[in-house]
């Protein structure tokens, strides 16, 4: 017994298509419902079945609108009824937070393409030394105190070097995201 998805008019490029915007929100999609519920067990239940509606229901999608959107409004659904279908001995939300939580989130994951675009923009303006060290902070396999010893610097200055670069880098998406996409003049890093 196969899954027979509602592909309505579509054709059979619909499967490709699926498969195309699905896989490039499949992991936001999963942040997203992680966001509401408490256990990681429980927002793969819920992904994984709210996985097979959409591939279902995808005949109903209007590729004009925004497939994470859409996702995520069946995938609130799919929240609510999991968590009034298992409630034995958990503590559980009510219907109104669980909205609430939702369009919040979805606002935040609808946002990342312009807050990365705005950290973009922001880490062109930094020193090639600050962009070393926020390199090395984030990447894997290396520790700021191997880059201390290799640089010659004091550990703690180091902390202190990154506490700033953090703050500054927020405060420059901030501007940039609140500027409404005019250039930042002249921002000031440390």
Not at 75 to 103: D, H, M, P, W
Request: with cysteine.
């Amino acid at each position: 017994m196969g899954i027979e998805p509602n592909l309505g008019s579509r054709d059979c490029d619909s499967y490709e298509e699926f498969l195309s915007v699905y896989a490039r929100d499949r992991d936001r999609l999963f942040a997203y419902i992680y966001s509401l519920v408490p256990r990681r067990d429980d927002a793969e239940d819920i992904f994984q079945k709210c996985s097979l509606v959409l591939w279902r229901k995808f005949g109903a999608f209007d590729p004009s609108r925004s497939f994470l959107a859409w996702a995520c409004g069946v995938a609130a659904l799919e929240v609510r009824q999991y968590l009034r279908s298992s409630k034995s001995g958990r503590v559980c939300f009510n219907s109104e937070l669980i909205t609430q939580l939702a369009e919040r989130r979805l606002s935040h994951l609808e946002a990342e393409p312009l807050r990365a675009a705005a950290l973009r923009q922001c880490l062109e303006r930094i020193t090639a030394r600050d962009r070393d060290l926020l390199q090395m902070a984030y990447s894997a396999g290396s520790t700021l105190k191997q880059f201390a010893e290799s640089s010659g610097q004091a550990l703690q200055t180091l902390y202190n070097r990154l506490a700033r670069l953090r703050k500054a880098l927020a405060e420059c998406v901030e501007r940039r995201l609140s500027s409404d996409s005019e250039p930042v003049q002249n921002a000031q890093f440390l």
